[in-house]
């Protein structure tokens, strides 16, 4: 399973265009599950993709392509990216409206852990593999963290703004499913069961799904 990774974009910048440039993880802030990203942890992972284009996804997911990240480059602050939304289609010009008015509002990478070092706090990660950085939603404004894409892990009023805004349900709608499923996600998730995370994203998914077609 993918890990996710969450950060602002009060310091991106986006054109006209649809041309976006800014940080998708930054170094030495750790986050809610203790984890904290070293200075080239990513340079492997980059060297591998040899300038090659990566997908620019909305919420990590894989349907919901909205353009190309052509550039990643590590710095002192972090993983500096650049890329290009595809503004020829409807999701990529409705991402840059959202992205442009501030309902869109942070950068997050999906990615695997493949070398970390235990500190007295937790995990400092010094070598990832990077499959794509999506444009979400609900970021925690100037540090990374585990993304609440993790539906599992999110509290009650998260997932209900996840079922309004991401999956296009009415609150009562959302309500009534949070009420039926809810407490048995939680208690599996609290018993240590693997599968929820991904059994949650997978519900979410198939929602928005539904709710487009």
């Known amino acids: ?3 996710h990774k969450a950060i602002g974009l009060a310091d991106a910048t986006i054109t006209d265009e649809g041309i976006i440039t800014g940080y998708a993880s930054l170094f030495g802030q750790r986050d809610d599950g203790g984890d904290t990203v070293v200075r080239g942890a990513f340079t492997k992972t980059l060297a591998i993709r040899a300038g090659r284009p990566m997908p620019m996804l909305r919420e990590h997911e894989p349907r919901d392509v909205i353009g190309v990240w052509t550039d990643y480059t590590e710095d002192d602050r972090g993983l500096r990216v650049k890329g290009q939304l595809a503004l020829d289609v409807q999701d990529g010009r409705e991402a840059h409206g959202l992205i442009k008015m501030g309902a869109l509002d942070g950068l997050s990478i999906g990615y695997k852990t493949l070398r970390f070092e235990r500190d007295g706090e937790g995990r400092r ?3 990832v593999r990077l499959f794509e950085t999506s444009i979400v939603t609900f970021p925690m404004l100037g540090t990374a963290r585990i993304d609440s894409v993790k ?3 999110m ?3 998260e997932i209900e703004e996840r079922l309004t805004r991401g999956a296009g349900l009415s609150r009562t709608v959302a309500r009534a499913l949070m009420r039926s499923g809810l407490p048995a996600i939680q208690a599996k998730r609290d018993a240590g069961d693997g599968a929820v995370n991904r059994m949650a994203h997978a519900v979410l ?4 799904a539904i709710n487009r077609s």
Do not use: C, Q, W, Y
């Open 155 to 157: 509290t009650a009023n």
């Open 205 to 208: 998914s198939d929602l928005k």
């Open 1 to 3: 399973m993918l890990e």
């Open 125 to 127: 990660l010094t070598e």
């Open 151 to 153: 539906a599992a892990e």
